[in-house]
């Protein structure tokens, strides 16, 4: 088994979508959040390496060293780049595992190509249109969970306010979302979301809110046919996953992460993949 990550591209409607390979036997995907990139991903594949699967880790359009077209950052075309980046690797079935925005992409995925997705895994996130809309009014020890899903959607103000200070923003979030802080390579993604465009693609998943809400309402009329693990954590959203998900999985299972933030697959790769490997295994 190779120890070493293999990248490469494939070409999409969305341009150039960047793919990250190790490991050899069953293939799981693995669709990273806001505001990271597929190397959040990083100790999650390894163990699945060396537990016999191939992690296949993406860049999503518009983030890391993917392309960043203007249009298309609704789930529902998020999720076809990502099919057919696996159809042209060759994997017709596959699992799925998403975190935050890839928890959305995940389950646009799932209930649009259920032929092709065996199981799936959802982390740290509630899926707009499925779950109930917050109100404004909230404790501030919840609106700091809350408050970037208004921001991010206006249009040119973010950029505007953001453009050279991106570290601090980013810094913010995470020093607000984690519990275990020094885990997370903040540096890897402040430089990946300073690059240019990177800004506005990131912002872009959440001024297609409103399309993927008008999707996964027409998707959660027809129940998913596959398992479900749905994960959040002890300091972050908690059983929301598993809430959000109860009406749409039949075949579901859930678990809370202890002395976890919002970056689960960094803060608490071993507990996570203590949930996750069995799942994959279909134990």
């Not at 341009?15 to 959040?40: A, C, D, F, M, N």
């Not at 921001?151 to 601090?168: C, K, M, S, T, Y």
């Not at 994960?231 to 075949?251: I, N």
């Amino acid at each position: 088994m190779t120890t070493e990550f293999t990248h490469g591209y494939a070409r999409t409607a969305a341009g150039r979508i960047h793919h990250v390979s190790i490991g050899e036997g069953k293939p799981v995907l693995l669709i990273p959040g806001w505001p990271q990139t597929w190397y959040t991903w990083r100790h999650v594949m390894r163990a699945l390496a060396a537990s016999g699967f191939r992690a296949i880790a993406v860049d999503p359009r518009g983030i890391g060293h993917s392309d960043r077209p203007l249009d298309g950052y609704d789930t529902g075309t998020a999720a076809a780049d990502l099919h057919e980046v696996m159809q042209q690797l060759g994997h017709e079935r596959y699992a799925v595992v998403g975190h935050d925005i890839g928890m959305w992409i995940g389950y646009a995925l799932a209930s649009d190509y259920p032929q092709a997705v065996e199981r799936m895994a959802l982390t740290e996130a509630v899926i707009p249109g499925l779950a109930p809309a917050p109100s404004i009014f909230v404790p501030p020890e919840h609106n700091i969970f809350l408050w970037h899903f208004m921001f991010n959607q206006v249009r040119d103000l973010p950029e505007a306010l953001i453009q050279g200070r991106e570290r601090e923003y980013l810094s913010f979030m995470f020093d607000k979302w984690s519990y275990r802080r020094n885990a997370v390579a903040f540096e890897v993604y402040a430089e990946a979301y300073a690059a240019p465009g990177a800004l506005r693609a990131g912002f872009a998943y959440y001024r297609a809110i409103p399309q993927t809400i008008e999707q996964n309402l027409r998707r959660a009329e027809t129940p998913l046919p596959m398992p479900v693990l749905a994960l959040g954590a002890e300091h972050a959203t908690r059983d929301a996953p598993l809430l959000t998900m109860q009406k749409l999985a039949p075949d579901l299972r859930g678990a809370i992460l202890p002395d976890c933030g919002h970056f689960v697959t960094e803060e608490s790769p071993l507990d996570f993949l203590a949930e996750l490997l069995p799942f994959l295994r279909g134990e």
